[in-house]
């Protein structure tokens, strides 16, 4: 995911902003502001521009809009299917070092 997101959006890409997208299964528009220190405006664009492009997919809970990493909970939830759980070691290995 993270070089899909690279060669599809490569102004949007950082390192930053997929951390914050591999912490866990969700994010939500509060967190990006905060983690990559943007406007309310920025985040929103960023998050609307991912679920555009297949990487999230958003959910309204009550007043909030929560975006989720559909591909990552997949990863974790069905770790055997379809060569997922080699991806998953993949990405867990590109996050230690």
Same mark, same amino acid.
């Given at each position: 995911?993270? %070089?899909? !997101?690279?060669?599809?959006? *490569?102004?949007?890409?950082?390192?930053?902003?997929?951390?914050?997208?591999?912490?866990?299964? +969700?994010?939500? !528009?509060?967190?990006?502001? #905060? $983690?990559?220190?943007?406007?309310?405006?920025?985040?929103?664009? +960023?998050?609307?521009?991912?679920?555009? #492009? $297949?990487?999230? =997919?958003? #959910?309204? &809970? $009550?007043? #909030?809009? &929560?975006?989720?990493?559909?591909?990552?909970?997949?990863? =974790?939830? +069905? *770790?055997?299917?379809? $060569?997922?759980? !080699? %991806?998953?070691?993949?990405? %867990?290995?590109?996050? &230690? !070092?």
């Amino acid at each position: 995911m993270t %070089a899909e !997101i690279k060669e599809k959006l *490569p102004k949007l890409y950082s390192k930053e902003l997929i951390d914050l997208l591999f912490y866990e299964f +969700y994010t939500k !528009i509060q967190y990006i502001e #905060e $983690g990559l220190s943007v406007s309310r405006r920025t985040a929103v664009t +960023y998050l609307q521009t991912l679920e555009k #492009e $297949g990487f999230l =997919v958003s #959910e309204k &809970i $009550g007043k #909030e809009r &929560i975006y989720q990493n559909k591909r990552l909970y997949n990863l =974790v939830k +069905y *770790p055997k299917s379809s $060569g997922a759980w !080699i %991806a998953f070691w993949k990405v %867990a290995f590109l996050f &230690i !070092i």
